[in-house]
């Protein structure tokens, strides 16, 4: 898993802007979620809601400030049960130390691109190098010590691509002299007073220089953009190296056959769409995360799968790859029949999201909840008079223009709230008021 990383920046997903041939390996010779969303797009509590298969209102991290409770039920601490030699390497950003792993290596809050401190159960530890690299020295470390006559249950978590975007020293000069093209919606100005423009809200430590003097407007974020972005591609590039050398050690070591590897990321990413960088917001660049999953023994090569899919839905699957039963107390599904190319008719065919972080002080993003079928999505900003937002994806898939008030809309956004107050009542969720 990597930190922050947009599917429209993984060619397996058509980006137009870069190429991940490592990580397209894997959709490939495995399968490629279409559809796979985020319940909470931020890094904590997303990773919260993997891990115990909850979302953040049931696992009580609900913001980057709720630490996971050491008692929390999680894959983890199933898989080590069942006899998994489980670990956990790299970006943690929880708090409280890793529980469920006979080995850890993470990474203190955010961690540092260069040189970074790792901290593990003997103490802190500062090492030489490239966070990305390090990352994935450590993983294949693990992989190569282990006991060879048990399973594994490794995540090897990167920092990257998360802000202020640091380039490790391959890829430096990388798309130097490029034009890196721009999305349609770059100078779409803030909807909800949120902070979080490319150019005007990004800091001297994001870009690394200093803007030209009295660059403003449009023409500071056409500038912003470009810097923004290759640092951004810049890291990919070396998360997508990482992937190789995973893959690589998998396939010399004959565990290809036996091993379901996955990528995905903690969320997606605004690169630039709607004229924003970050994420937390309910549009599609920041609610979709990337999964891709190779597992030769039972996934086709090259399935592509569009069902609803939910970071809620991580643990169970793999809970289920295992062998292991459902835990009453996770939200989530199993979707190993899914990737198999088997729904089941009663899959979701709707799912709840719920941003908590209300105006963070920061970012600057209000509290907001919605629901998002297939073809529709609605939202609602509940703070004062309620905002809502409705939006026909298949006729406007970037988003552009809110159509709550058009009257063709109306029988369809009422069974949409209907769906809303029948997924909040399922999730046990109250309607918020911030
Ligand atoms: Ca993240």
Redesign the pocket.
């Known amino acids: 898993m990597s930190?922050?990383h947009a599917s429209h920046a993984i060619s397996a997903y058509g980006s137009k802007i870069n190429k991940t041939p490592n990580i397209d390996r894997i959709a490939k010779e495995g399968a490629r979620l279409e559809n796979c969303f985020c319940t909470n797009?931020?890094?904590?509590p997303?990773?919260a809601a993997i891990l115990t298969g909850q979302y953040s209102h049931k696992n009580g991290v609900n913001t980057l400030n709720d630490k996971l409770d050491p008692k929390s039920r999680t894959v983890a601490k199933y898989l080590q049960a069942d006899g998994y030699q489980t670990a956990m390497i790299g970006k943690w950003?929880l708090v409280t130390e890793p529980q469920g792993f006979d080995h850890w290596r993470i990474l203190p809050g955010q961690g540092a691109y260069y040189d970074p401190e790792f901290i593990e159960p003997t103490g802190r530890k500062k090492y030489p190098g490239y966070c990305t690299d390090l990352i994935t020295d450590f993983a294949l470390e693990f992989l190569n010590g282990r006991d060879k006559e048990k399973p594994f249950f490794l995540m090897c978590h990167h920092k990257a691509p998360?802000r202020a975007w640091d380039p490790g020293p391959k890829y430096k000069d990388f798309l130097k002299d490029q034009t890196i093209p721009e999305p349609s919606n770059l100078y779409e100005e803030p909807r909800h007073n949120e902070k979080m423009s490319v150019g005007q809200h990004q800091t001297f430590r994001d870009l690394k220089v200093k803007p030209p003097e009295g660059l403003t407007g449009d023409a500071l974020r056409k500038w912003a953009y470009q810097l923004y972005i290759k640092d951004y591609l810049r890291c990919v590039q070396s998360v997508d190296d990482s992937v190789g050398r995973v893959l690589d050690y998998l396939d010399n070591n004959n565990l290809r056959d036996n091993t379901l590897i996955i990528y995905t990321?903690?969320?997606g990413?605004f690169l630039g769409d709607h004229g924003l960088y970050d994420?937390r917001l309910m549009y599609e660049e920041s609610l979709r995360m990337p999964f891709l999953a190779r597992y030769p023994k039972e996934i086709k090569a090259g399935t592509v799968n569009s069902d609803i899919i939910l970071n809620i839905d991580f643990a169970h699957t793999f809970m289920d790859f295992a062998g292991l039963g459902r835990d009453q107390y996770m939200d989530g599904e199993s979707f190993r029949t899914n990737l198999q190319g088997r729904t089941a008719e009663n899959w979701r065919k709707s799912m709840y999201y719920r941003y908590w972080m209300h105006d963070d002080g920061d970012h600057h993003v209000p509290g907001h909840y919605g629901v998002r079928t297939k073809d529709h999505k609605l939202i609602c900003f509940p703070t004062g008079t309620a905002q809502w937002e409705f939006y026909d994806l298949k006729r406007d898939p970037k988003e552009m223009r809110n159509a709550y008030s058009d009257t063709a809309n109306q029988l369809t956004i009422k069974r949409m709230k209907q769906e809303l107050t029948r997924l909040q009542h399922k999730y046990e969720d109250t309607p918020a008021h911030f």
Request: hydrophobic share 15%; with cysteine.
């Open positions: 930190d922050d797009s931020i890094c904590t997303s990773r950003h998360h990321s903690d969320q990413f994420k």
